[in-house]
């Protein structure tokens, strides 16, 4: 049984957020989704901060915002698959092959466990059918690696991520929130249009009520859904922001070609811009500030 919780999505209000998070740590942890949302919610407070009164660090996997009166941080913090892997270089992660760890979470979570609000995300760099995973530590030659189905994989890591929640988490002082799989819009036949198609040229909407792209894996987010499940059992609040479904629809919220290209694209690659196009992250302003108005709504909410 499903207990709904309907209430009205109040208006965000940049200067209501930054109080509640006066003297504390808000901390993004994922993926380049979780970035985009992270951005989002800076750009909508910035306008209510002068210049002078707030800064932007690049520390490592850390992104910080701070607003200086507020002695309040939003944070990004890059670590794609949450455990350690050979893809947590905030820059240089783009490996052939990836390589899990998936009972370290350590190295990252002393990072950002003594946040008070923590939003997480996991879910695009799973995709790979087949994930390779190390027992043992990198760069030594007694490692062990295992190839693993992409599914058990992705347990295995949440399960790591809860039980170190479950041990280290101050719940009367933190947050947790978890966003749901971010859909992508690559595959153009998901809605009737040619094979070979994507994002690119979409300016419209789906209008398709209930609409799912073939790219958002329920069998992941019952994983998800299951992993928050047994927290709230254990008592540990957290709380599961289901934002794919709303996503899916906004095919046409992608940057697609206008995006900024990290290596210089390939002739054939002008030739057929569908090639590189971006149908996974969101243009801005867009769909990551509904996101976080549902956010801002959630932290207001009592528990
Ligand atoms: C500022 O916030 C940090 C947490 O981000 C806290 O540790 C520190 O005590 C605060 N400083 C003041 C002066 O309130
Ligand atoms: C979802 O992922 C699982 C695990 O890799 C796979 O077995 C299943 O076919 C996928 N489902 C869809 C609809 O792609
Ligand atoms: C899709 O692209 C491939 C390779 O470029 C081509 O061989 C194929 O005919 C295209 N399919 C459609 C339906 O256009
Ligand atoms: C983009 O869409 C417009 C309007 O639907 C269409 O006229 C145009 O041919 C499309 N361009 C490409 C390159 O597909
Ligand atoms: C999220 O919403 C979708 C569509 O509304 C629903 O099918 C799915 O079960 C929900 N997932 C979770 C994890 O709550
Ligand atoms: C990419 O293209 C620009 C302009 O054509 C050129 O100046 C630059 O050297 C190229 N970069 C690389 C990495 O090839």
């Given at each position: 049984m499903k207990i709904l919780v309907h209430f009205e999505l109040g208006r965000f209000d940049a200067a209501t957020l930054l109080q509640k998070l006066r003297g504390k740590r808000m901390v993004f942890v994922g993926d380049s989704l979780n970035r985009n949302q992270f951005v989002s919610l800076v750009c909508m407070v910035d306008s209510s901060i002068p210049p002078t009164l707030k800064s932007l660090q690049f520390n490592g996997n850390l992104i910080i915002f701070k607003a200086i009166e507020y002695n309040a941080s939003i944070e990004f913090y890059w670590?794609?698959?949450?455990?350690?892997?050979?893809?947590?270089?905030p820059i240089n992660h783009r490996v052939e092959e990836r390589i899990a760890?998936?009972?370290?979470i350590e190295k990252h979570a002393k990072h950002w466990i003594d946040a008070e609000v923590l939003v997480f995300d996991s879910y695009?760099?799973?995709?790979?059918p087949k994930m390779k995973v190390l027992w043992g530590s990198f760069g030594r030659s007694d490692g062990i690696y295992e190839e693993m189905e992409r599914l058990k994989s992705y347990e295995m890591a949440l399960n790591t991520w809860a039980n170190w929640l479950t041990t280290h988490v101050d719940r009367d002082r933190t947050r947790l929130f978890f966003m749901s799989l971010s859909p992508m819009h690559r595959r153009a036949e998901d809605w009737g249009?040619?094979?070979?198609?994507?994002?690119?040229?979409e300016t419209d909407p789906i209008y398709e009520e209930n609409y799912w792209g073939s790219l958002s894996n329920v069998s992941m987010m019952g994983v998800v859904e299951s992993t928050i499940q047994d927290l709230n059992n254990k008592g540990l609040n957290i709380q599961l922001l289901n934002i794919t479904q709303l996503s899916?629809?906004?095919?046409?919220?992608h940057p697609s070609i206008y995006r900024k290209q990290w290596v210089n694209l390939t002739e054939e690659q002008l030739a057929n811009p569908k090639s590189y196009a971006d149908c996974g992250h969101w243009c801005l302003p867009g769909v990551p500030d509904t996101w976080n108005q549902i956010l801002f709504a959630y932290m207001f909410h009592s528990h």
């Amino acid at each position: 049984m499903k207990i709904l919780v309907h209430f009205e999505l109040g208006r965000f209000d940049a200067a209501t957020l930054l109080q509640k998070l006066r003297g504390k740590r808000m901390v993004f942890v994922g993926d380049s989704l979780n970035r985009n949302q992270f951005v989002s919610l800076v750009c909508m407070v910035d306008s209510s901060i002068p210049p002078t009164l707030k800064s932007l660090q690049f520390n490592g996997n850390l992104i910080i915002f701070k607003a200086i009166e507020y002695n309040a941080s939003i944070e990004f913090y890059w670590s794609p698959l949450l455990v350690e892997s050979n893809t947590d270089d905030p820059i240089n992660h783009r490996v052939e092959e990836r390589i899990a760890k998936l009972d370290s979470i350590e190295k990252h979570a002393k990072h950002w466990i003594d946040a008070e609000v923590l939003v997480f995300d996991s879910y695009i760099w799973w995709l790979r059918p087949k994930m390779k995973v190390l027992w043992g530590s990198f760069g030594r030659s007694d490692g062990i690696y295992e190839e693993m189905e992409r599914l058990k994989s992705y347990e295995m890591a949440l399960n790591t991520w809860a039980n170190w929640l479950t041990t280290h988490v101050d719940r009367d002082r933190t947050r947790l929130f978890f966003m749901s799989l971010s859909p992508m819009h690559r595959r153009a036949e998901d809605w009737g249009m040619d094979a070979n198609d994507s994002c690119y040229n979409e300016t419209d909407p789906i209008y398709e009520e209930n609409y799912w792209g073939s790219l958002s894996n329920v069998s992941m987010m019952g994983v998800v859904e299951s992993t928050i499940q047994d927290l709230n059992n254990k008592g540990l609040n957290i709380q599961l922001l289901n934002i794919t479904q709303l996503s899916e629809y906004r095919k046409d919220g992608h940057p697609s070609i206008y995006r900024k290209q990290w290596v210089n694209l390939t002739e054939e690659q002008l030739a057929n811009p569908k090639s590189y196009a971006d149908c996974g992250h969101w243009c801005l302003p867009g769909v990551p500030d509904t996101w976080n108005q549902i956010l801002f709504a959630y932290m207001f909410h009592s528990h």
